[in-house]
């Protein structure tokens, strides 16, 4: 089992930033990727960015050039710097953890956190 701690959520205004971190434990894997996805108050989640531990990075159209996703592998940690915040980037950021797959396919990771509230005021 891997378990997932996310922190850094908050409140937030428009335009301002924030960075979400989520630690990997318990029995982890060489290769893996993490990733970060998002759900909104009556929405589907949906992929935010993900990481593989060889530094392979994806991102969400919508995030593209204010997010960015980074690792620690050493520590099992992965990051998510939030720029330019936007009202509709409010909801709850999943961190999550795969064994075999890095994408923005959220049935493909096998490992989810319990979320933290990102909340942006306009």
Partial sequence: QVQLVESGGGLVQAGGSLRLSCAASGRTFTWYSMGWFRQAPGKEREF??????????????????????????????????????????????????????????KDEYNYWGQGTQVTVSS
């Avoid at 530094?55 to 996703?69: E, L, Q, S």
């Avoid at 980037?89 to 961190?95: A, E, I, Q």
């Fill in 48 to 105: 935010v960015a993900s990481s593989g531990s060889v530094g392979v990075t994806y991102y969400a159209d919508a995030v593209k050039g204010r997010f960015t996703i980074s690792g620690d592998n050493a520590k099992n940690t992965v990051y998510l710097q939030m720029n330019s915040l936007k009202p509709e980037d409010t909801g709850v950021y999943y961190c999550a953890y795969s064994r075999s797959y890095i994408g923005g396919r």
